[in-house]
């Protein structure tokens, strides 16, 4: 985890994110917590990991969701170089399915 977001506050959020029991009670808590935008750019960038995690192209991606090569390649070097974050929700998604 990038030490700069790691405090008390964000230990806080994430404890509360946890205790949610279903996808209704997420769509409560994040319509309080934050802006239509920032829900859709969540799940825009989500999107984008999930295409490119099935080998779709930066072409396909940008027609399906709109996003920008730009974002496309920072959600790319996420899921080459970051926390693994994706990977873990990627393969228990597998394993619920």
């Not at 964000?10 to 997420?26: G, P, R």
């Not at 984008?48 to 027609?63: F, H, P, R, S």
């Amino acid at each position: 985890m990038n030490p700069k977001i790691r405090n008390q506050s964000t230990e806080q959020l994430f404890k509360a994110i946890l205790s949610l029991q279903n996808v209704e009670e997420c769509y409560q808590f994040f319509d309080d917590l934050c802006t239509v935008p920032e829900i859709k750019a969540m799940a825009q960038r989500y999107a984008v990991a999930k295409m490119l995690n099935d080998g779709e192209i930066y072409t396909d991606i940008v027609k399906h969701t709109g996003a920008s090569t730009a974002t496309i390649s920072r959600v790319n070097r996420s899921l080459n170089y970051g926390s693994e974050g994706y990977a873990l929700v990627f393969a228990r998604i597998n394993e619920d399915e």
